[in-house]
């Protein structure tokens, strides 16, 4: 009966450990990720036009990198954010929908402070279809 009591013990210590390293990685993972507002200036929205350069179809959020020509004709390249894979599929956008190579004009909210990034509103593409992402204010 003591040994019973003892692994008992012993079990429950090692079940609060693993219940505590768990909690560590969620508390470390929750403050990873950047609300809208600490990245993003919803006050003006802007249009881009350029060639995607590189595509994250995949969660957290659907990214892009977009080469654009600025007006001293120098290339910037931007990094569009999009919504979850699942938001953007029940909206009609698929994995093949927008390719490294493609033309495409977006328009959004910018990064803060001159940062190259845009949360992205709208994308049309060269065919004339538009793919929305959030609906603007």
């Known amino acids: 009966m003591r040994d019973h009591i003892q692994n008992s013990i012993v079990s ?24 809208f507002t600490a ?25 892009y990198l977009l080469q654009v020509e600025d007006k001293k004709n120098n290339i910037e390249i931007w990094d569009l954010r999009g919504s979850p894979v699942v938001w953007l599929a029940r909206k009609g956008w698929t994995k093949d929908r927008i390719k490294e190579g493609d033309e495409i004009t977006v328009s959004g909210y910018p ?27």
């Open 39 to 63: 990245e993003f200036s919803a006050e003006r929205v802007i249009e881009l036009k350029g060639e995607i350069e590189e595509v994250w179809f995949k969660n957290p959020h659907v990214r």
């Open 111 to 137: 990064g803060h402070d001159g940062k190259k990034m845009l949360s992205i509103i709208e994308v049309k593409l060269t065919d004339g279809s538009i793919l929305i992402d959030k609906a603007p204010k």
């Open 12 to 35: 429950m210590k090692k079940l609060n450990c693993i219940f505590f390293i768990v909690i560590q990685f969620i508390s470390i993972e929750s403050t990873a990720h950047h609300s």
